[in-house]
Structures are given as structure tokens and as C-alpha cells.
């Protein structure tokens, strides 16, 4: 296998580069990480965008493979694309910063995989360059074995699942499962290490991957019935040869299987066939429910589950979105409505199709920060005004907003906004009760009294306080939902992104005189805009804007492929197409447009109303855009006037083979008389010349015409060049509407050669060059008739274009030429030997070369030379020469063009510097003064989120921030401040919506600050658990005071105690009375559930999902939940019901007898532990657990279950019958299995907060090397604590009681502790490392 293989250096020039539009063939590949970074295949590129402002950031092409055999070959399509799941490193006092959070995988359709650094856009390793045989990517995954380890599954070609293993780049387990074709893979977000894979037929793979080694990887089949008769006609359909290597996707592209897990439920993942929809429990190996798509709705695409809310987003191969909502207590999704992904008006016939739909998770975690602090606005994605974020009403209420992102295969990119809107007064009970808060329990944004309050903060406070009425409390449930007939769903653009349409088919680019820009003028360059046009495939013109990267402008102009485009002047287009009327006429409809790019018209002209019998074969415009010439296949050019109503002049009945109009005159330096001189002196060269003498270069003779040939041109007449059939050559002059003879000094007879049939030509006063058939290139000035040639020792020619020359350049003879082979080279006609000293680039780095034009954009000498490429991959790049005066070179990309304009400053601060990322995150953290996000161009008045004050570069920065920190050292902060001063004047660290809300949160707490941060750098586990820390805490203060605890909810055991044995038999609900939550309410909080009536809750609305399963398993399984939530009778119930026909007959008749029994006695007890012990050790079902709860001995139960590896289950079990330090035992051991089996660091801290293992804590963030994330954990759980005995004492106050049994300090986090101060001292190392790397790094400039 191959390691890490550097590019070529001049193959990666990508900053300037226009992907084509993404295809089936890529699969629809695509990846949102969750810092809001977009990458998506389109050919064989990978683009990356901003997913929030909708920029296109880079696009980095994928080099093609390397053969012996051959010197060059064509890149594949990408297939697959995923990030990594690293976050921003913060070890800086071990390694160096790196960006390895950078880090993209994609492969494609030859089997190859790779890994991209983003930031150095190469790829820095290849996992399996040549494979063999060439299994083609369908999809990639990645793992997590070990805390900083990963693994990478892919599906190869149509069966095989492989794993990676990305330290040595190898293949280290395969599993082949045919006849099945694998479709998609994803990971687990319970369980890093464990994924699952689908097929088509339904057959599910579910595996964990426990280590780097073959035989610790765990591999379980399951099996997901569903109708496969398309399937199986499909496959009948296919060819013998041609299921071999292709990929599901490949081989049936309209034939989609996905599935995705729920991001709120263990074991629960929703899978889409086409026509139907699944709900799978993998715990229970069963599907809980399926519907069937109703009559009329297209295909499934791909299904989604929202991140915060119960609900699915389904995408339909028409475009449509379909949402699904769950209904509460049950596993049962109910369509809710359907949307359109792409708008009917505006859009091509026929109309483009959605390739695919993600989740924007950043907006969705950053939703979470603003809807858990009470005065942030419910989402800082929504365009809302401060003064009024929300219009409230008693009909609606706003209750979820979502971010979709969707890519069309017309080179679009959609941002949807989803809203979901509920009735109002269906939420007065939740409103009142949100209003009650248990004295104890703190918000996690409650008012820091240190610091103080702004005008926006007033403001933010009545938004939060309108948000709290519709949230409810976040501490308990809602006590009322809406139904799903009173919600409603709305699906708004909230923008959009147009690359390259289709496949190019020509390039333009305007090279106007004066005379196309003024009334009167000469024939010399005007300013050239810096455009250039795109004519494609569906019959769009696309215009771009290169100084921004982007595409300006698509005009939907022909009904079929653009076969002609040409500039007029530079504010005017016009292209032709053509169509056969039918075979057997041989008629041709030819249809030319003008189209005026300020006002977007397109006019059509020359318009015939019977077919003719030639189709047009180019179009020839002059630089002043006044005159057109419309050449035809073996029919006479016409030449036209291109006015407001074009006009044609005269047609010319000659056998032209080409035909160029002179390009503006070179202009001169400011010199006058006969004192001008050439830019080089005449000098001999070695290129065979006509005269059989030497003959003076291009660059001696350009100024070889006095004053009288000047006159002889006049100001607005316009010559053109051309060939004829029998290699003739000629000029005629176009003035007014008169044609005439140039008259041109001829060169010797022996110029013109029967052998080579003119291909191509270039012409600029006074030359022409020319190009055969035979790869000949020869030059002649028609004023003096010298000439030369030389022969390329290539294939024919096809294009020839003149440099751009400014005033002072070396040389004027500088020509591109694109060969029939689609290879490319550059020659200086004024060197020497043009061959010796040419650029010759045979292939362009993956993908052939259809056409190219300089961009004439120069005005200064110094100036690069920048060539415009069209690739057969439908791409657009901008290449730049190097034109030193040793050798022409590919160099990177030029200085002027690099500084790029963009619409809207590309606020992502991942992209960063990792060291000036860290350093924003620490300010972020420490807490900056939102009037530090005013820059000196935009104040108060111009930014919405009204910021008071405006920042002054001559003050002190130290007063930026809200207060000196507490730990580490004081002078550090101000330094920071310094190192990020240049990101802060370009406005590019946080948006005006982030800043807004950023404003509410900054003097809230550090908690609050730093789930902020957290949210901006993509690290949403993190965030979550700063989120959940206050509420941890209250848990664990709960049990320091030893207050009497409040029981989880146990309603129903009074109700069926009356009735236990008269339902027996029945298979009615077991749990009725149940309180539900509100399922829009809960979110991804969901994931750090600790609490007892949250984790009591979550199992007993699992156990009515269950309760219709039948089979002597799913008895088995449902027994265990009944017993977990301590429902007993309902357990004994279900048990006594088991035929005696049953093998688990006797088992279960023990188990109902021992549950059953009400008196417990020792004799008892030590039975049952024998019994219980024999049970686990030879029965799985766990069955010994339930005799221990029996006898009561619930702590060696949860030992028992964890044991088995049933972590959640020992949880609820404990969470329902054991309590203060039994249950933080249970917490505790929980803790330690997620941090160092399922390595969900963060998970884990909550746990070990709310057991009281404060120390454990510190100690887990210490061993990751988080050395700032471990000094910030001391600081909010102090000011944490220091509120909560702040309420503790006034709430003794009002009663009368006393506090004295509440220790001063957090056991564990007293400062005389030794940890605690070498947290201190670690983040002061810390804190100095750090800015000396920022003092080292350079301001980044995307």
C-alpha cells in the first residue's frame, strides 16, 4: 500500500477554480461537518462551501491515477466524501498545531481513497492508490476504534465492506456479502465504534469495531423484509459483465436504499426503500413500524432525522421533501406535509433533479445554545429583528426551526429554512407551568450579578422570556403538546448558490477596443471586465466573475447545447445552437441570440421560418462587438452589422477553412517620431524561414508601420484574417458596410504549404499566426511581409491565441496552443527557438483541455499571464504563467488575483490559524464585550444586533474584555486580542447573527459562554455537556444536602395492582397513564440524560412500542423492561401468558413465582443468588437479574447488567430503585465504561458530575490533553456551586431552615486541592505556548 505521495506542484492551483455540476454518477456525495464546512463531489472535484453564507471556498480536484503503462490519465468521478471526526486540537504543549480537523476522505469510482488536508488542498495520504481489482466507492464511514484512533469502512464495488486502517494505510478487515448489493453506511451517534450497513434487499450489517486488529471487529446479520420485485427486474435488465466492479449507486442509480439513526433513541435507526419507510429496532431485531409512500408521491431519495426534534425529512427523486412526525408514546410516523425542493418558476424544462439533502447540524446546536438561555432569541438563524425577534400571537407559535441543505444537478445549492408553527393556546398550560422553577434547580443562563447589564441585554431578555413560554420548563416535561393537527410545516429559501450549470461547451472572453465602449475612439485595448462566458450543454450561458470565483450570472438561452459564443464588446453576448429537423430532410433549425448582460434579454435574430441546409459552424465577432461573422458548414459567411436590430452586410461565397478578426492594437509607450524602437532588437533565430535569409521576430517587426500605414487603418474600420481550402491566405477590411482587400505585403510563395490544411489562427496587427493539421505553427507580418514556422512535432492544432500586452512587456509574441489531442502548450514567437523554450503541459492534470483563452485582465507588465481553461470535467479553472525571461512556467496563483472579492465577509473561524482559532476560542470563553465585533466600518447603526459602543484601536484592549479571568495569567487575553485585531477590521469572526446572539449569552455565565464556543468550532458534544453541567451539579447538590429525594413517577402501580391477575392473559397497553414529553422540546439534550425521571421516562415510553411484538425473544426482551422500570406486575403478567408448549416455559415460571413472592427471607435470597448466577452463566436472557430484583438486591443487579454490557438498562434500573451513593456507584461505573470503551469523553463528565466524581473529572479532561477545557470546568462549577448556595441560603431564609450541612467547596475542586492548582499551573503554560504560536502565524487570508 502507498503511503503519503506529495502532488505535482503545479497540478493544485485551485483557488481559482469553478467545478462543473455534480451528476449521478457521483452518487450524490456529499458532507456537512458539523462547524458548518459543506463538501460535495461534482465530477471528479470536491467542492467545499460555506453552508451558512453559501461561499465557495475551494474546490480541490482529485489528481488522476499513475500508470507505467501511460503517461497520463483521466481523473475518475468521486464517489464518496466525508470529514473527519476530529475537533480543534488543543495539545499544544505536546505537538505542534496541525489541521488535522481539516481532514476530508473521499474516494472514487477506480476504488481509490484518500485523505485531503483542506487547508494545504493536497492529499497527504493514499489508503489504496491503485487497487486491483477497481471496486468502485459507494460509500465511507468513519469509526472510532480508540480515542485518537480512526477507522475508515468503505463499500467496494457492489459487496464488499472494507476497513481501513488509516495509520498504516491498509486494508485491515474486508467482509464479502454478495449476492447483496451494499448501499450506505453510517456510525452510530450512542457509539462511535459501532456502525451499521444496508443493502438494497434489505440485509442490515451492524458492526463494532473494537481495536486496530482483524479479529476485533464484530460483525452481526440482520435482515429487513421488503418487496424486491423492481429490484430483481432490474437486475435481469442488467448485462452479463456489468455487475463485476460498479457500485449499487452505479448500477442502479434510481434505485435508492438509506437508512439513518435516530439522533434521540438508542437502537433505533429509520430506513427508506423506495416505496416504502421502516422503522428498525436493532435491539429487538424487528421493524416497529413501515408505511407504504400513498399514491402519487415519487421515490425515496434519502431519509434525515431532525436533530432536535422528533422528526423525519424525507427526499423524493422528484424534489420533493416529505416531513414525518412521530406520534407521542408510539413509534409511529404520520406524513405531515410535502414541500417542493425546487421551485416551478425559474427552473429548466426538464427540471433539474435533487442529488442531495442534508442537516445543517451547526445551526442545530447552536439552536440549543439559544433556546437554553432564557433571553436569547429562539434561533439565531432566523433574519429577525431585535427589537421584536418574535411577533407572538395567540394563533401561532414558532416551535422549531431546522436548516436543510439540498445540491441540484444544474449546479445549485439550496439553504432551506423548515419552521414549525404550533396553535397558541394549546401552550397557556405549558406557559404557566414553565413559570414554576424547583428553588434549587438553576438555569443554566441565569443573570451573572458581577457583571453589567446592556440595552440589548433588556431587549434579549423580553425575547427570552417569550422563548421560556414556548419551550416550557426545561426541567420537567410539558404538560401539554400540540397535536399533530395543530402544527404546521413551512419550508422558506434562505439562499442559494449557482456553479457551472452543465458541461461547458465553449469559452469567451471579452477583448473590447475603445470604439466597442465610446462614440469615438481607436482600435487600442478598452478596460477588459473581468468576465468570462460559459456556454453549456443544457443551452445556458454562464457568466463568471473570476475576480470573485464565482458565477455572476445564467442566462437560460438555447433549448439545446451552446455550439458558438462569442463577446460583443463587453456587456453584450451572442451564441447559436442548432437542432435537425430529421434524418431524412437533413434540414437544420439554426437559432442565433444576443444577450445583453445588464438587463438579462435575450433577442433573437436572423429568424427563418423554414429549416436550411446547413448549420452554422462558428460565429467570428470583431472586437468592437459592431460586426458578426456567421460561418456555415459548406454554405457562404455572412457578414453581419450588430446593432440594436442586427443587419446583414453581404455574404462572401469562399471556402474558408478559418477565419479571426485582429485583436485591439498593441498599444505602445508613450514615445513619438522615429525615436520608437522595438521592445527587443532584431535578432536572428533558428526557426526555418521562407526567405533563405534570417527574418526579424514578431516583436522587431510590431512597429515596423510609419505613420502612413497607421492612417491607412482608420479608427472604425475592423480587419479579419483567414485561410481558404487550398491554403490561401487574405485580410479584408470591414468599414461601415463596406468589405474591402486589406492588401497585405504577401509573404514569399513558399510560405504557403499544400501539405497542412489551416486548422487555426490568431491575428493582432500586424500579425497572423496560423496552425495546420500537421502541428505547424507559422507567423506573418502583413505590413512587411516577413514570415517564419516551425513544426510542434504534435497532433493538428485547433486553437491559437494572442497574449495580453501591455505597455512595457519584453515580448508580444507569447500564443497559447490547443492541440486536437486536448494538450495544451504556450510558446514566445520572440525567443530564440519557440519550441526549445515552450511550455509544453501534454495532459492538464486530470481532465482533458476543450478550450482556453487568456484572461486580458492585465494592466501593469508585472503582471501574470492567466490562461482561461474549459475541462472535458465541465470544470473552470484559471491558470497562471509564469513568464520570467529564462522560461515560461506554470507558477502558484498570482498575488492580485488571490485577493479575492466577496459579497459577505466568510465568517467560519475553524478555518483559521489553528493557533489564532484557539486563541478566539479562549476569548470566546473568557468573555469579550460584544462592542469588539463592531468594526470601525460597521457601528451601531449599520449591524442589526445592535451592539452599543464602538471599538477605538487606541484604547486599551484589556477593556475589551468583561473581567480579568480568574486563572491563569491576566496579560494574556490582551495579546490575543492583538493577534486576532486583523480578522476583527475585516469583520470575518462572527457574523452579525452569531454576534447578536453572542450578546445575549456573554453575560450569562461561563457555562453558557463556553457551550458557545463549543457550538461555533463544531464540537456539539461539548457544547451539550457545558449545557448540561448546571443541571449535573444541582443533581449532585441534591445529594450533598441529603434532601429528601423525589421519587420517580410510578403512577400506574396503583392502578394495576387491583387488576394484576385478572389481565393475565391480556396483551393490552401495560403502561397506561404515562406522561408524555414533549417531543419538540428535547433535542439533542437527549444524548446527556443522567438524571432518574429522565432516564425512567425514556425506558418506559420504549416499553408501548414493544408491546404488539410477538415471538418467544421479543417476550423475553419486553420481560427486562417491564422489570427495569420496576412495573413487576406487568412483568409477572406477561410471563404467566407463556404456553407450556414454550421452552422458556419454566424459566419464566421461576421468574413469575419469584417476582411474585411478597415476603423475602435469607433462606430466599441466597437461593435465588444461586439460581441467578447459574441463569447468566448459562442463559443470556439475563434472566438472574430479574430473581435479584426480586429479592431486592437492585445494586448486584445493575452490576449483573453492566457486566452483560447493558449499560442503559442498569441505568433505568437503578434510576428506579436505588438512590444516593448506590446510584452514583451505578453513575460512576457507567462513567468510566463511556470513557474509556465507547470514548465519549464528554458523555462521560456528566456522568461523573452527577455521581460526584468531580476529581474523575478533572482527571479524564487532563489525561485528553484539554489543559484550557480543564481550567474552564474549575471556573464554571465554581460559579455554578457559588449560585446554588446562593439560592440555597435565601430559599433558608423564607423557610426558617439552615445550610450548614452544605460543605464551603465542591468536594473534589477546593483550591488547596493538589489537581486543581496543577490545572492552574498547566493552563498558564498553556496560555504562554499559545501566544507565542499566534506571535508566529501569519493573519490567514482566504
Request: charged share 20%; with cysteine; proline share 6%.
Amino acid at each position: 500500500m502507498s503511503s503519503s505521495r506529495p502532488p505535482p506542484a503545479d497540478s493544485w492551483d485551485c483557488n481559482f477554480m469553478l467545478p462543473g455540476p455534480p451528476s449521478r454518477n457521483n452518487f450524490g456525495s456529499a458532507d456537512l461537518s458539523p462547524s458548518g464546512l459543506l463538501a460535495f463531489a461534482s465530477g471528479s472535484s470536491i467542492s467545499i462551501l460555506d453552508s451558512r453564507s453559501l461561499q465557495l471556498i475551494s474546490t480541490i480536484p482529485i489528481p488522476p491515477p499513475t500508470s507505467a503503462g501511460s503517461v497520463a490519465s483521466l481523473s475518475p468521478f468521486v464517489t464518496a466524501v466525508k470529514w473527519v471526526p476530529i475537533t480543534l486540537r488543543c495539545d499544544l504543549l505536546s505537538t505542534e498545531p496541525g489541521s488535522s480537523h481539516l481532514l476530508l476522505a473521499a474516494a472514487d469510482r477506480h476504488g481509490r481513497v484518500a485523505l485531503l488536508d483542506f487547508r494545504l488542498r493536497s492529499v497527504v495520504l493514499w489508503i489504496d492508490p491503485d487497487p486491483n481489482p477497481k471496486l468502485g466507492i459507494q460509500d465511507l464511514c468513519w469509526i472510532v476504534s480508540k480515542p485518537d484512533s480512526f477507522v475508515l469502512a468503505a463499500i467496494n464495488g457492489p459487496s464488499v465492506l472494507s476497513l481501513y486502517n488509516t495509520t498504516s494505510a491498509s486494508c485491515m478487515w474486508k467482509y464479502d456479502a454478495s449476492p447483496e448489493y451494499l448501499s450506505c453506511i453510517r456510525r452510530n451517534p450512542f457509539d462511535a465504534r459501532h456502525f451499521c450497513v444496508l443493502g438494497l434487499k434489505g440485509l442490515l450489517l451492524s458492526v463494532r469495531v473494537l481495536g486496530q486488529k482483524e479479529d476485533e471487529v464484530v460483525v452481526k446479520e440482520l435482515q429487513i423484509q421488503t418487496d424486491c420485485t423492481e429490484l430483481l427486474k432490474l437486475e435481469r435488465e442488467l448485462s452479463a459483465g456489468a455487475a463485476g466492479l460498479s457500485p449499487a449507486s452505479g448500477l442502479f442509480p434510481l434505485y435508492m436504499v438509506k437508512f439513518t439513526f435516530s439522533p434521540h433513541w438508542r437502537h433505533i435507526i429509520f430506513v427508506t426503500f423506495p416505496r416504502e419507510l421502516v422503522v428498525f429496532d436493532l435491539q429487538y431485531e424487528t421493524p416497529l413500524f413501515s408505511a407504504a409512500l400513498p399514491r402519487g408521491c415519487a421515490k425515496f431519495l434519502d431519509v434525515l432525522a431532525d436533530p432536535n426534534n422528533d422528526l423525519l425529512y424525507c427526499a423524493h427523486l422528484d424534489g420533493k421533501l416529505s416531513i414525518w412526525r412521530r406520534k407521542e408514546g408510539e413509534q409511529v410516523h404520520v406524513m405531515c406535509t410535502m414541500e417542493e425542493l425546487i421551485p416551478s418558476i425559474g427552473t429548466s424544462v426538464p427540471s433539474p433533479s435533487i442529488l442531495a439533502v442534508l442537516v445543517s447540524q451547526s445551526e442545530s446546536t447552536i439552536q440549543n445554545v439559544a433556546k437554553l438561555c432564557l433571553d436569547a432569541p429562539h434561533s439565531p438563524s432566523a433574519n429577525v429583528d431585535i427589537d421584536s425577534p418574535f411577533e407572538f400571537s395567540d394563533d401561532t407559535l414558532l416551535l422549531s426551526k431546522t436548516h436543510l441543505i439540498s445540491i441540484s444537478d444544474d449546479g445549485k445549492v439550496w439553504n432551506w429554512l423548515l419552521t414549525a408553527e404550533g396553535a397558541g393556546d394549546l401552550q397557556k398550560d405549558a406557559i404557566k407551568s414553565s413559570m414554576d422553577a424547583d428553588v434549587i434547580d438553576v438555569a443554566l443562563c441565569g443573570t451573572n450579578t458581577n457583571s453589567m447589564a446592556s440595552s440589548a441585554d433588556v431587549q434579549a431578555l423580553e425575547a427570552g422570556k417569550q422563548l421560556e413560554h414556548v419551550n416550557g420548563s426545561r426541567n420537567r416535561p410539558s404538560n401539554s403538546t400540540s397535536s399533530q393537527a395543530d402544527m404546521s410545516f413551512k419550508v422558506s429559501l434562505d439562499g442559494q448558490l449557482q456553479i457551472l450549470s452543465s458541461t461547458v461547451t465553449m469559452l469567451a472572453v471579452p477583448s473590447p477596443s475603445l470604439t466597442a465602449t465610446l462614440a469615438r475612439g481607436g482600435n487600442y485595448p478598452a478596460v477588459a471586465v473581468p468576465l468570462v462566458a460559459l456556454g453549456t450543454q443544457s443551452g445556458a450561458v454562464d457568466v463568471v466573475d473570476v475576480s470573485a470565483n464565482a458565477v455572476a450570472a445564467s442566462f437560460s438561452v438555447h433549448p439545446g447545447t451552446v455550439r458558438g459564443l462569442r463577446w460583443l464588446g463587453n456587456s453584450r453576448l451572442v451564441s447559436f445552437s442548432y437542432s435537425q429537423v430529421n434524418e431524412k430532410s437533413g434540414g437544420y433549425i439554426n437559432r442565433l441570440v444576443v444577450t445583453c448582460l445588464r438587463s438579462g434579454i435575450n433577442r433573437a435574430f436572423r429568424v427563418l421560418q423554414k429549416p436550411e441546409r446547413a448549420p452554422i459552424r462558428a460565429l467570428r465577432a470583431s472586437s468592437s462587438g459592431r460586426y458578426l461573422l456567421i460561418l456555415f458548414r459548406d454554405a457562404p459567411v455572412e457578414v453581419w452589422a450588430m446593432t440594436k436590430n442586427p443587419i446583414m452586410l453581404r455574404s462572401l461565397a469562399l471556402p474558408f477553412t478559418v477565419l479571426e478578426w485582429t485583436l485591439p492594437t498593441v498599444p505602445r509607450p508613450s514615445q513619438t517620431g522615429p525615436s520608437r524602437q522595438s521592445s527587443l532588437s532584431s535578432k536572428d533565430h533558428k526557426a526555418d524561414t521562407t526567405d533563405g535569409v534570417s527574418t526579424p521576430t514578431i516583436a522587431s517587426s510590431s512597429d515596423s508601420k510609419d505613420a502612413s500605414s497607421e492612417g491607412s487603418q482608420d479608427d472604425t474600420s475592423e480587419s479579419f484574417a483567414f485561410a481558404l481550402a487550398n491554403g490561401a491566405l487574405g485580410v479584408f477590411e470591414v468599414q461601415g458596410r463596406r468589405i474591402r482587400d486589406f492588401r497585405p505585403k504577401w509573404p514569399s510563395s513558399s510560405f504557403v504549404s499544400s501539405d497542412g490544411l489551416i486548422t487555426a489562427m490568431a491575428y493582432r496587427l500586424p500579425h497572423v499566426v496560423m496552425g495546420d493539421r500537421s502541428g505547424n505553427i507559422r507567423w506573418w507580418d502583413v505590413t512587411t511581409g516577413h514570415s517564419s514556422q516551425f513544426s510542434t512535432h504534435r497532433e493538428g492544432i485547433r486553437r491559437i491565441k494572442f497574449s495580453p500586452v501591455v505597455p512595457g512587456d519584453r515580448s508580444r509574441g507569447r500564443i497559447a496552443v490547443l492541440f486536437h489531442d486536448n494538450t495544451f502548450s504556450v510558446f514566445d514567437l520572440d525567443s530564440q527557438d519557440p519550441l526549445a523554450n515552450s511550455l509544453l503541459q501534454p495532459q492538464f492534470p486530470g481532465t482533458l483541455v476543450l478550450e482556453l483563452d487568456w484572461l486580458p485582465t492585465r494592466t501593469d507588465k508585472n503582471d501574470p499571464l492567466v490562461l482561461c481553461i474549459a475541462g472535458a470535467d465541465s470544470s473552470f479553472r484559471l491558470i497562471e504563467v509564469n513568464t520570467s525571461e529564462k522560461k515560461i512556467g506554470y507558477t502558484s496563483q498570482s498575488r492580485a488575483i488571490k485577493e479575492r472579492f466577496r459579497p459577505m465577509p466568510l465568517c467560519l473561524p475553524i478555518l483559521l490559524p489553528t493557533s489564532h482559532a484557539l486563541a478566539l476560542r479562549m476569548i470566546l470563553q473568557l468573555g469579550v464585550k460584544p462592542s469588539w465585533f463592531n468594526t470601525c466600518s460597521t457601528t451601531i447603526k449599520k449591524r442589526p444586533h445592535l451592539i452599543p459602543g464602538t471599538p477605538s484601536s487606541q484604547k486599551d484592549l484589556r477593556s475589551y474584555m468583561i473581567g480579568l479571568p480568574p486563572i491563569g495569567d491576566t496579560v494574556v487575553p490582551e495579546m490575543l486580542l492583538k493577534v486576532l485585531e486583523p480578522y476583527r477590521k475585516e469583520g470575518c469572526i462572527l457574523d452579525d447573527e452569531r454576534a447578536r446572539l453572542y450578546a445575549t449569552v456573554v453575560n450569562k455565565g461561563y457555562a453558557a459562554r463556553f457551550a458557545f464556543a463549543a457550538a461555533v468550532f463544531g464540537e456539539t458534544s461539548e457544547a451539550l455537556f457545558w449545557l448540561q453541567l448546571p443541571r449535573a451539579l444541582n443533581h449532585l447538590m441534591r445529594k450533598l444536602k441529603r434532601s429528601p429525594q423525589k421519587a420517580p413517577r410510578l403512577a400506574f402501580n396503583s392502578e394495576l395492582e387491583d387488576t394484576m391477575l385478572s389481565r393475565i392473559t391480556s396483551k393490552g397497553k401495560s403502561t397506561p397513564g404515562t406522561e408524555r414529553r414533549d417531543s419538540l422540546s428535547e433535542g439533542q439534550l437527549r444524548l446527556m440524560a443522567f438524571e432518574q425521571e429522565e432516564l425512567w421516562e425514556t425506558a418506559a415510553e420504549r416499553i408501548t412500542w414493544h408491546e404488539k411484538l410477538e415471538g418467544e425473544q421479543a417476550i423475553q426482551n419486553r420481560v427486562h423492561e417491564l422489570v427495569s422500570v420496576g412495573n413487576l406486575e406487568a412483568a409477572v403478567s406477561l410471563l404467566l401468558s407463556t404456553s407450556p408448549e414454550s421452552s422458556y416455559f419454566y424459566a419464566n415460571a421461576l421468574r413469575a413465582v419469584a417476582l411474585s413472592s411478597a415476603v423475602s427471607r435469607s433462606l430466599l435470597e441466597l437461593a435465588v443468588k444461586v439460581v441467578a448466577a447459574n441463569m447468566v452463566r448459562n442463559d443470556r436472557s439475563l434472566s438472574g437479574t430479574h430473581l435479584l430484583c426480586a429479592v431486592g438486591r437492585y445494586q448486584e443487579a445493575c452490576s449483573q447488567l453492566q457486566d452483560a454490557g447493558c449499560w442503559t438498562d442498569a441505568a433505568t434500573l437503578a434510576a428506579t430503585h436505588l438512590k444516593g451513593s448506590d446510584y452514583a456507584r451505578v453513575l460512576q461505573r457507567w462513567a468510566d465504561h463511556v470513557h474509556h470503551v465507547e470514548h465519549n469523553i464528554w458523555r462521560a463528565l456528566i456522568l461523573y458530575v452527577a455521581a460526584g466524581g468531580l476529581q474523575e473529572a478533572l482527571a479524564a479532561l487532563r489525561e485528553a490533553q484539554h489543559p484550557d477545557t480543564a481550567a474552564m470546568f474549575v471556573l464554571a462549577c465554581r460559579e455554578i456551586y457559588a449560585e446554588i448556595i446562593t439560592n440555597l441560603e435565601n430559599s433558608d431564609d423564607e423557610s426558617g431552615s439552615s445550610t450548614n450541612n452544605v460543605p464551603d467547596n465542591l468536594p473534589g475542586l477546593s483550591p488547596e486541592n493538589e489537581d486543581v492548582r496543577a490545572v492552574g499551573e498547566y493552563f498558564g503554560q498553556y496560555q504562554r505556548k499559545l501566544v507565542h504560536l499566534c506571535m508566529d502565524s501569519q493573519p490567514f487570508n482566504e
